[in-house]
């Protein structure tokens, strides 16, 4: 089983200021089969990346992804109100499909 | 556009058999995973595991003594069912579905998701 470790688990910034999450695996990760997902209070998480660095429909381009092997990095350029939430990893290369236990995005 | 619409009994006992479906409206049901996500109070998610159109199934070993998912294609649904819950079975529970096997097994649609709690 592939471990996702995320850092930080708290991130405290300002609305205009730039995030950088990381989400590390315990062994690589299979043709870089890395999501990322935000969930807000209340709501089912949403689809962010796919493909470590593919963003999914309807995702502004201020949300990006990168990495490879067991390193990979979501980065928001500039944090709009709307994006503090709880943002999550997860591996859907081998079975069974891991998620981080997520880093929360909050406003400073 | 693909919709997930999940239900089930929302208050069980200890020891009692957690049963959840969730019917899809949109899309083919055919040739895709369907997946079930929990998630307790203030936690993270756990993926539970999935199963696609023809039965074949894969399992969270931590869950897989307990877990059956299955599926009835005549109504484009799939189940969850989990044996002899505890407290710590307690959570919202998602049903989703993977995007497709060619691109791979991220998560696109989600549903609603369904609280459970476990308590005598």
């Known amino acids: 089983e592939i471990v996702l470790t995320q850092s930080p688990g708290t991130l405290s910034l300002s609305p205009g200021e730039r995030a950088t999450l990381s989400c590390r695996a315990s062994?690589?990760?299979?043709?870089?089969?890395l999501a990322w997902y935000q969930q807000k209070p209340g709501q089912a998480p949403r689809l962010l990346i796919y493909?470590?660095?593919n963003r999914a429909t309807g995702i502004p381009d201020r949300f990006s992804g990168s990495g490879s092997g067991t390193d990979f990095t979501l980065t928001i350029s500039r944090l709009e109100p709307e994006d503090f939430a709880v943002f999550y990893c997860?591996?859907?290369?081998?079975?069974?499909?891991?998620f981080g236990q997520g880093t929360k995005v909050e406003i400073k | 556009q693909v919709q997930l619409q999940q239900w089930g009994a929302g208050l069980l006992k200890p020891s009692g058999t957690l049963s959840l479906s969730c019917a899809v409206y949109?899309?083919?049901?055919?040739?895709?995973?369907w997946t079930w996500i929990r998630q307790p109070p203030g936690k993270g998610l756990e993926w539970i595991g999935e199963?696609?159109?023809?039965?074949?199934?894969n399992y969270n070993p931590s869950l897989k003594s307990r877990v059956t998912i299955s599926v009835d294609t005549s109504k484009n649904q799939f189940s969850l069912r989990l044996s002899s819950v505890t407290a710590a079975d307690t959570a919202i529970y998602y049903c989703?579905?993977?995007?497709?096997?060619?691109?791979?097994?991220?998560?696109?649609?989600w549903g609603r998701g369904t609280q459970v709690t476990v308590s005598s």
């Open positions: 062994q690589s990760v299979r043709n870089r089969y």
């Open positions: 493909g470590a660095s």
């Open positions: 949109g899309g083919s049901f055919s040739g895709y995973y």
């Open positions: 199963v696609n159109d023809s039965g074949s199934t």
């Open positions: 989703a579905r993977v995007a497709d096997e060619s691109r791979g097994y991220y998560l696109p649609y």
């Open positions: 997860q591996q859907y290369g081998s079975s069974p499909r891991t």
